[in-house]
């Protein structure tokens, strides 16, 4: 399956973006989703993931209550809506997708990957 991450974009702290992961191609079967970070000379880190059918979900602590997971009911685009932005949310985001669905956050477990996009926080 080949991802692209949309959404991203410049934002005022308190604002909100949404970003979107389109699916293409053809899967192999059932796959989960997972959004992943990575600022400027900083490592890439975990952000939040969600279940095939969408019925787990899991996320970074300090996104926990401002950032959301879904996926369409098609199962062919999975959003991250991020509210109450913070200018520590500054970094290039990325999609992935993964065979099972996991919550340790762990990168080596996707084997798909869209290419970032980046988003800024800043007043």
């Known amino acids: 399956v080949q991802l692209q991450a949309s959404g991203g974009g410049p934002a005022q702290p308190g604002e909100s973006l949404r970003l979107s992961c389109s699916a293409s191609?053809?899967?192999?079967?059932?796959?989960?989703v997972g959004w992943f970070r990575q600022a400027p000379r900083k490592d890439r880190e975990f952000v939040a993931a969600?279940?095939?059918?969408?019925?787990?979900?899991s996320y970074k602590e300090s996104v926990k209550g401002r950032f959301t997971i879904y996926r369409d009911g098609a199962k062919t685009t999975v959003y991250l809506q991020m509210n109450n932005l913070k200018p520590e949310d500054t970094a290039v985001y990325y999609c992935?997708?993964?065979?099972?669905?996991?919550?340790?956050?762990?990168?080596?477990?996707?084997?798909?990957w869209g290419q970032g996009t980046k988003v800024t926080v800043s007043s």
């Open positions: 992935a997708a993964a065979p099972r669905y996991r919550d340790n956050g762990l990168s080596s477990d996707y084997d798909s």
């Open positions: 191609g053809r899967a192999s079967g059932n796959y989960a």
């Open positions: 969600i279940s095939w059918g969408g019925g787990r979900t």
